[in-house]
């Protein structure tokens, strides 16, 4: 063998010990983003079972449209730059919905993750919740208020639709094949 063909199988066996660190590396790469993601993710299902944000989802869902007649409620929610949390709960739903909505949309966080474990809690609350962001919106003109809310909404919609038919999923009430828009508020019917 001569000195060529040694050099030559050198800078072949280099090349492919470059390639399978190459390779490592992206593993744990992908791995240290998983287990980030899989912080966040808990991090949020933490915040969605805190009995404070339990008890503004409640209020959404039970309570916001009976107050939503109130002018003086009306009033305190068009001047955002002074909201009162505690008269205003609707404000801890909108502000983690936002949150949430803004990391998934940055990737930060896996959205089919938080859909599959807040459906009901993000598409009911954001549509209670549309006429108090429409309001807003028109007092601050900043038709971007609560914008990640509003794609938290639309994408956690796409997902259980897209859901629902690949796996075949039926009301349980009617039988039929399942629809985003058969989401009640949990009321006899």
Sequence with gaps: MNWESLAAVGTLLSALVIAVSATFALRQVNQLRRATQLDGTMRIFAQFTDPSFISARNFVL???????????????????????VDKHPEYRMLLF???VG???KNRLVDGPGIYEFAQYSIVKS?????????????STNNP???????????????????DARTR????PRSGEPFNVEQFQLGRDT
Excluded: C, H
């Design 62 to 84: 039970s309570d916001l449209q009976e107050r939503m007649k109130d002018p003086t409620f009306i009033a305190e929610m068009r001047n955002y730059a002074k909201v009162d």
């Design 97 to 99: 919905l936002q949150l």
């Design 102 to 104: 803004s990391l998934v």
């Design 126 to 138: 954001w549509e209670v919740l549309e006429p108090v962001v429409r309001l807003q919106r028109e």
């Design 144 to 162: 971007y208020m609560w914008g990640g809310a509003d794609f938290l909404y639309e994408n956690a919609k796409r997902w259980l639709q897209q």
């Design 168 to 171: 075949g999923m039926l009301s």
